[in-house]
């Protein structure tokens, strides 16, 4: 994928009036200057000037030449948001904000429009996206929220961190337990994090672990746990750790059934679980994630490189917030 050159002279030219290499109501330098600058053609020099005057930081006088408008300094970055589902996660970020869904960009034949933008912000993005991400780098600054890729800028919880700490603290408190992951099937990238973690803290401690694949359905969940669970020995103590909070209904309703002595007999814990104990019957031991704060983050390290100029290749891993409960 080729980026047009218009494009790239435009985000350059934007990003010099947005730092303040060229002052509000200056003169553009000259076009000769800028297409020996840019080793253009006149048109594709005119072209990128065009879309600037579009986008309100230049104005264009018959007979005088290009100027930075007034505002042109305190203009808002114009920024793709992909992947965004509530208004929380946008509404305060301090660009001007183009919502784009997955679906949006997800052929190749769709990628070229996230060239008409100063930045990206990535929410969340699945296997598909990656393709686009990877063509991107380098051409376009952009920051993945949530997930974490080689090479790219990202902000990310410590999904592995988190799944590692909790198991090897509780196989350190009772070494004869038999820890299970209780996996999504299918899974996501994070549940793929949280899964590495669990399998680390298990191989360090040199312990047999399972992983038991459950099902989307509540009853298909229940069903797999009533099978799995009739195989475990009464006698030695349950770790489970669910990689998602779907998981969380059927374990709570087989431990009514089966008389689970939570945080002797079972210890369990999952993600993102904000309920109390008039929800499941205990407090759930979890780990909470701070989704706005991941993404102001981001935003932050976003601006850093349209300011600069400079792609970033490395990002932040945040540690959820553990929360202790009763399980």
Not at 34 to 54: K, N
Not at 60 to 85: D, M, Q
Not at 138 to 156: E, K, L, T
Not at 307 to 319: N, P, Q
Request: charged residues 25%.
């Amino acid at each position: 994928m080729r980026e047009q050159p218009f494009r790239q002279i435009a985000r350059e030219l934007s990003a010099r009036i947005r730092r303040g290499e060229y002052a509000p109501g200056a003169a553009l330098p000259s076009r000769l200057e800028l297409m020996r600058e840019f080793d253009v053609a006149r048109a594709t020099l005119d072209r990128a000037i065009r879309e600037l005057v579009h986008q309100e930081l230049l104005i264009s006088r018959h007979g005088s030449g290009t100027f930075v408008a007034p505002g042109g300094g305190a203009a808002k970055w114009h920024v793709a948001l992909v992947g965004a589902t509530i208004p929380l996660e946008y509404e305060k970020l301090p660009f001007k904000i183009t919502l784009v869904s997955s679906g949006e960009v997800e052929r190749k034949s769709q990628w070229r429009r996230l060239f008409e933008f100063d930045g990206i912000l990535w929410l969340r993005p699945e296997t598909p996206l990656f393709p686009v991400i990877e063509a991107l780098a380098g051409r376009v600054p952009q920051v993945v929220v949530n997930r974490v890729y080689p090479g790219i800028a990202y902000v990310s919880t410590d999904h592995r961190g988190a799944y590692y700490r909790i198991v090897r603290d509780r196989l350190a408190a009772h070494p004869d337990a038999i820890p299970v992951l209780l996996a999504s099937d299918p899974g996501t990238i994070p549940t793929g994090y949280r899964r590495d973690g669990f399998v680390d803290a298990c191989r360090e401690a040199g312990t047999f672990y399972e992983i038991w694949p459950l099902p989307r359905g509540f009853a298909g969940k229940l069903a797999r746990l009533r099978e799995h669970a009739g195989k475990l020995p009464a006698a030695r103590p349950w770790i489970w750790v669910a990689d998602a909070l779907a998981h969380t209904g059927a374990v709570m309703r087989l431990g009514a059934e089966l008389g689970f002595r939570w945080g002797e007999q079972v210890f369990y814990s999952d993600f993102d679980d904000e309920y109390d104990e008039s929800v499941w019957g205990i407090r759930v031991t979890s780990f909470l994630q701070d989704q706005p704060g991941l993404i102001a983050e981001a935003a932050e390290l976003l601006t850093r490189q349209m300011e600069s100029g400079e792609m970033i290749g490395d990002g932040r891993l945040v540690a959820p917030e553990f929360r202790c409960g009763e399980s």
